[in-house]
């Protein structure tokens, strides 16, 4: 059975940067298309960005273009998130989630019920 762990949230100053991690163990992620998510308070749980079990596609919510990059060493079973220019507004928990992709491995899946493991969730607060 999957299981991931995220690691790397903490407290950022505005345009400040955090490395999120997601440490896969019980399986190979490399056959594991990957998502990242966060949830303010009060809100939804919304798509941040996500990535093919190739790696070979990416791609990432209107909010976080240009500022945020996903991507995954399957060597070490572990898939990023790297935040930069933070803004309070990034303020959420963060979870990454894996869906199993034997097919292609070019498809990256953008909506959260297309997902099936889940994380617990790391906390990223950006603040002065």
């Known amino acids: 059975q999957l299981q991931l762990v995220e690691s790397g949230g903490g407290l950022v100053q505005p345009g400040g940067s955090l490395r999120l991690s997601c440490a896969a163990s019980?399986?190979?992620?490399?056959?594991?298309?990957i998502g990242w998510f966060r949830q303010a308070p009060g809100k939804e749980r919304e798509g941040v960005s996500c990535?093919?079990?190739?790696?070979?596609?990416?791609n990432y919510a209107d909010s976080v273009k240009g500022r945020f990059t996903i991507s995954r060493d399957n060597a070490k079973n572990t898939v990023y998130l790297r935040m930069n220019n933070l803004k309070p507004e990034d303020t959420a928990v963060y979870y990454c989630?894996?869906?199993?992709?034997?097919?292609?491995?070019?498809?990256?899946?953008?909506?959260?019920?297309?997902?099936?493991?889940w994380g617990q969730g790391t906390q990223v607060t950006v603040s002065a």
């Open positions: 019980g399986s190979t992620l490399a056959y594991y298309a």
């Open positions: 990535i093919s079990s190739s790696g070979g596609s990416t």
């Open positions: 989630t894996a869906r199993l992709d034997l097919g292609s491995g070019d498809v990256c899946y953008d909506e959260k019920h297309e997902y099936h493991h």
